[in-house]
């Protein structure tokens, strides 16, 4: 069977639009009888004077029923980087392009690793724990499940927390600003609503961890 939906979307001012489209076939393997389902997804952002096309074809194995693809349900749902603020629950889902990577460092008895990521709207510092720092690479699309954006020893960083789950969403495909930075933003309570946080100061337009190349 065949699967098709239209996405749109806008991108820093510009219309994106695309289409999915999915093909599944049963197959044998050691868990029983599966779905295989490949995927290609046609991206393209209408400009004056541009038009970009870009394809991705990606396998994936799926038990029982097929699902709809998640690109074509719940993806307003998501937030912008921009619009995320500290707090103390596990409440953010978004996505994000990883730009750079640093070296893992050991905090207790898990290792974790800071990274740069970013999407059109604003750039932030995420902390991949455990297994996450060797899963993903610069270049890398994630999609962030309830995450959480904190102070963790006197540093603003995106995770997903114990509560949270991140999953590689596709490869270089993704607009994305590396200024404004919220990880280097100074927060205070807001006066109206104690138990949020507003934007008072900026500390530096870009990350301090990994400065811009020149």
Known sequence: SRGRCKLQLRVSGKLAAGFRSCSRQPLWSDRGLVELETCTRLVFWLDPGLLVIRSRRRPHLRSGRALTPHLCSGYASMLSI???SPAAQNNITTQFILL?????ATEGQSKTCLALVA????AVHFQFWGEECDLFKPGDIIRLTNGI???NRNHLLLRAGKRGSIEKAGEFTMTYVETPNISEMQWVPDPNNSKKYVQEAVISPYSRIFPPML
Do not use: L
């Open 82 to 84: 921009k619009d995320i």
């Open 100 to 104: 750079d990577k640093g070296r893992v």
């Open 119 to 122: 999407d059109e709207t604003a």
């Open 149 to 151: 954006f904190s102070y």
